[in-house]
Nanobody, 130 residues
Framework: QVQLVESGGGLAQAGGSLRLSCSAS????????VAWFRQAPGLEREFVTY?????????????YYVDSVKGRFTISRDNAKNTVYLQMNSLKPEDTAVYYC??????????????????WGQGTQVTVSS
């Protein structure tokens, strides 16, 4: 079992930057695929990005991004600190949402849907003004 806590949300202007953090406890963090999702008011929860688990030989650190954030957002992890980061640059008002981190134990296959993840944080609000 793992517990996840997001932080770093807040208010930014269009074109600005924010860095979100997802801090984990309770299990071996390096063995989890960790993803970021977001949900705007009135919309369904949307996949944003994930970073894979495991050793270098197993593709550790491999990432995937939804098209709308490619080139603007970067996901990274520091296993020594049990933390995953989401660096968000060139923010747009359309990025406004509650951002959630999610984890799946030694996951493989597709990782871009909510039902692929077992553990979720409580979310952090990101608001981007025009």
């Amino acid at each position: 079992q793992v517990q996840l806590v997001e932080s770093g949300g807040g208010l930014a202007q269009a074109g600005g930057s924010l860095r979100l953090s997802c801090s984990a406890s309770g299990s071996t963090f390096s063995n989890y695929r960790v993803a970021w999702f977001r949900q705007a008011p009135g919309l369904e929860r949307e996949f944003v990005t994930y970073i894979n688990w495991g050793s270098i030989n197993w593709g550790s650190g491999t990432t995937y991004y939804v098209d709308s954030v490619k080139g603007r957002f970067t996901i990274s992890r520091d296993n020594a600190k049990n933390t995953v980061y989401l660096q968000m640059n060139s923010l747009k008002p359309e990025d406004t949402a509650v951002y959630y981190c999610a984890a799946a134990w030694r996951a493989s296959g597709r990782g871009d849907t909510s039902n692929g993840y077992n553990y979720w944080g409580q979310g952090t609000q990101v608001t981007v003004s025009s």
